[in-house]
């Protein structure tokens, strides 16, 4: 992120918490050297840059485009100043979107098959096939691997995050804000699992606790 702020380009409102997160007690600025093809998670002092690596565009055969995610503060302005709470649920990016028609869209979007999300997230295909035909619900660790399996970017995370009903990334928690930046990143399911491992994290998969509490 201190690349994107060296020069002189602006933040959106949904990275800005991302620039100032902390790995525990001291600041931290995340970045990646330039020599490194494939990126990783480092702890450096504020005044050291670092290239930020752009996210892979979607494949060109996909045929389904997801919709733009109005922001909630966007919405909220809109609900309070309508007169009526009719209008604003008339209005657009009031949808009443669920789980499997989103994991569906993601699907299409990304060009990919349940059975290349099962291998990519790591998670069982029954599994995987099971939440896709909306016959369970994943938890939280799961709804992430789906994410990263899927190539997601963090606003596609956050968003299935919420649909899945568990909470969403937030850059104050460690672990979350590890899992953020190789969301970011565009880091795989395996990598992540690396870069949590290395700083003393659970993993996805589920071992326990590496760092002393």
Known sequence: MSAIASRGLSLSPLYEPI???????????????????VPRLYLVTPNVTG?????????????????????????????????SIESYLDGPGVVDRTLVSYLSQLLASHGLTRAQVARASGINATVVYDVFSGKSRPGRDH???????????????????????????WCKVRRDAILIWCVEHG?????????????GERTLLGTGPLRAR
């Open 19 to 37: 620039s100032r997160m902390a790995l525990g007690k001291s600041p931290v600025r995340l970045a990646r050297p330039a020599s490194q093809t």
């Open 51 to 83: 290239e930020v690596r752009g996210r892979a565009m979607p494949k060109e055969n996909a045929t389904t485009e997801l919709e733009p995610e109005r922001l909630t503060e966007e919405l909220l302005e809109r609900l309070l100043s309508s007169t």
């Open 143 to 169: 709804a992430i691997m789906l994410a990263l399996g899927l190539g997601c970017d963090l606003r596609e995370t956050q968003r299935l995050l919420r649909l899945a009903g568990v909470s969403e990334l």
């Open 187 to 199: 880091l795989s399911r395996v990598q992540a699992d690396d870069e949590l491992w290395r700083f």
